[in-house]
């Protein structure tokens, strides 16, 4: 089987990226695939998200600058069957790097593909930056699918369209023709409120099928787990939080037929 190359990615920030990096990963995980977490974003909170430092020279940075293999820089965590690329601060000088090497849009995909090629993993899942910056617009080039979350509030919509112009643009261009959005989850969502109720009401009248069963619900738990260093599955495994994202990740392994 293929390893799906997954892209998490919206161009707001706070929006539930990164958790829904960290937490979808170690669902997969526990459902038993073979996960690696590719943190991409220079704030690497995805990296200290799973208990791993912030560790100058860990980063992808060298590799995408073509100096060293993207394989070597993989990393083992507490648990079971995720792996981790890590990020560092450094990471935001790899845009205007990037931005001078010819082929700059495909970097990440020719870094990847020899660990794609391995067969190592059924998943890869890259926490990207909140921009669509060129490290952005490299994941989107070297991705299958695009997982968009969404917070449940009134901007939501805005910047979703953006989003979906460039991965048209991608596609139509020949930088990525198979390009796709996997779907769109909706995080931090507050039943009480009728605005939460409203959005994703209106999200799911836009985007239809694509938008996944699963709400993330906004929930202190969540929220604490990673001054922990854990994914909410063992930080509080009973919580509505850790429930949220176990049956996303049921959802999101169907869709990719895993």
Do not use: W
Request: include cysteine; charged fraction near 20%; charge should be negative.
């Amino acid at each position: 089987m293929l390893t799906a190359v997954i892209a998490v990615a919206n161009q707001k920030g706070g929006v539930g990226k990164t958790t829904t990096s960290v937490n979808l990963s170690a669902c997969l995980a526990a459902l038993g695939k073979r996960v690696l977490l590719f943190d991409l974003d220079p704030q690497a909170n995805a990296t200290s998200g799973v208990g791993l430092e912030k560790v100058e020279g860990a980063s992808a940075y060298r590799a995408l600058l073509g100096e060293e293999a993207l394989i070597n820089k993989i990393q083992s965590t507490a648990f079971e069957r995720l792996e981790v690329i890590p990020s560092e601060p450094d990471m935001c000088g790899a845009e205007i790097e990037l931005s001078r090497l010819d082929n700059h849009l495909l970097r990440l995909k020719h870094a990847l593909q020899p660990i794609c090629e391995t067969r190592r993993f059924d998943v890869i899942l890259i926490d990207c930056p909140p921009s669509l910056g060129i490290l952005t617009l490299n994941v989107f080039a070297a991705a299958d699918r695009v997982l968009i979350p969404l917070q449940s509030e009134y901007y939501a919509l805005e910047g979703i369209s953006m989003i979906t112009r460039v991965l048209n643009q991608l596609r139509d261009t020949g930088v990525n023709p198979r390009l796709e959005i996997l779907g769109v989850v909706m995080t931090m969502f507050d039943g009480r409120t009728k605005l939460s109720q409203q959005v994703v009401g209106e999200v799911r009248q836009h985007f239809g099928d694509l938008v996944f069963d699963t709400v993330i619900p906004r929930t202190t738990r969540l929220a604490e787990a990673p001054s922990f260093g854990k994914p909410i599955l063992y930080y509080d495994k009973y919580s509505a939080g850790s429930a949220a994202y176990e049956v996303l990740a049921q959802e999101v392994a169907a869709r990719l037929k895993l």
